[in-house]
């Protein structure tokens, strides 16, 4: 059985069609990157997952249990945490009492370790780095059986990027990971599968390699990104 069942998910708003139709799966343990052009539908994806929206048709089953129309809130607690695309961590609180509130059933320690996040723990919000900040958002996200992540490399600079590659990694070996990510080459370099998304659809599932090694896709998808 898989992860994360997404069966036929639409979502409109007033005309717009934001999800027409999307059907995969995730399996346990599998890093799927979901790649594809401005408003293709990959944040309402993910916010149809959580629950954050809830969808006109279709249904998400997560860990054989249908989760489609239960609120954000309640399918963290079921094992289902995201980070976002504009990230938000309380600038009056510090690392280590943000991440208090994340409701860790275990100590958060192992996390925020893995993180590099001890040795800033006291270190209040407003003062932390972007990088700084996506690493307590996905310390937050962390204690779920999958996390979504919405576009972390956003905003990081040349040498930030490599080092979240490492905690990726790092994460990926213990979680199911979805992310959703505008560049091509750090998408594949994490992914085991990918999820081409366009205009609500998914135009392609598959490896890395089956994605290169498709004509259309590379000329309607990776067209001019250097690979
Ligand atoms: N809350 C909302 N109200 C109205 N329209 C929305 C809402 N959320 C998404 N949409 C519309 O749905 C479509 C898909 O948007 P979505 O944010 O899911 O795209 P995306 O793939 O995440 O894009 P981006 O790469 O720019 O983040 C867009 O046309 C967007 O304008
Ligand atoms: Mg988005």
């Known amino acids: 059985m898989a992860l994360l069942e997404v069966n036929d998910l639409e979502r409109t708003f007033g005309g717009i069609v934001a999800l027409d139709g999307v059907t995969f799966d995730v399996a346990s343990g599998e890093t ?33 249990t249908d989760i489609t129309s239960t609120p954000d809130y309640k399918t963290a607690r079921t094992g289902i945490r995201r980070t976002f695309q504009e990230v938000d961590v309380f600038d009056e609180l510090t690392v280590a009492e943000n991440i208090s509130l994340g409701a860790f059933e275990s100590s958060p320690r192992e996390m925020m370790e893995l993180l590099d996040l001890l040795d800033i723990h006291d270190k209040e919000g407003s ?30 600079n040349p040498t930030e990027k490599p080092a979240m590659v490492g905690y990726l990694d790092a ?38 390699e089956e994605m290169l090694d498709d004509e259309t896709v590379r000329e309607d998808f990776l067209g001019e990104m250097a690979i």
């Not at 958002?137 to 962390?142: E, G, M, V, W, Y």
Request: proline residues 3%; aromatic residues 6%.
């Open 32 to 64: 799927n990157v979901i790649i594809g052009p401005n408003g293709a539908g990959k944040t309402t994806l993910f916010n149809c997952i959580t629950g954050y929206h809830i969808p006109d048709h279709g249904t998400v089953r997560f860990q054989g």
């Open 127 to 156: 003062e932390l780095t972007l990088f700084e900040r996506k690493r307590v958002s996905l310390a937050l996200a962390s204690e779920g059986e999958l996390l979504l992540l919405d576009e972390v490399f956003s905003g990081l």
């Open 171 to 208: 994460l990926a070996e213990r979680k199911t990971l979805m992310l959703i990510e505008h560049d091509i080459e750090t998408a594949f370099d994490l992914a085991d599968t990918v999820t081409i998304l366009a205009q609500g659809q998914v135009m392609k599932r598959g490896t890395p």
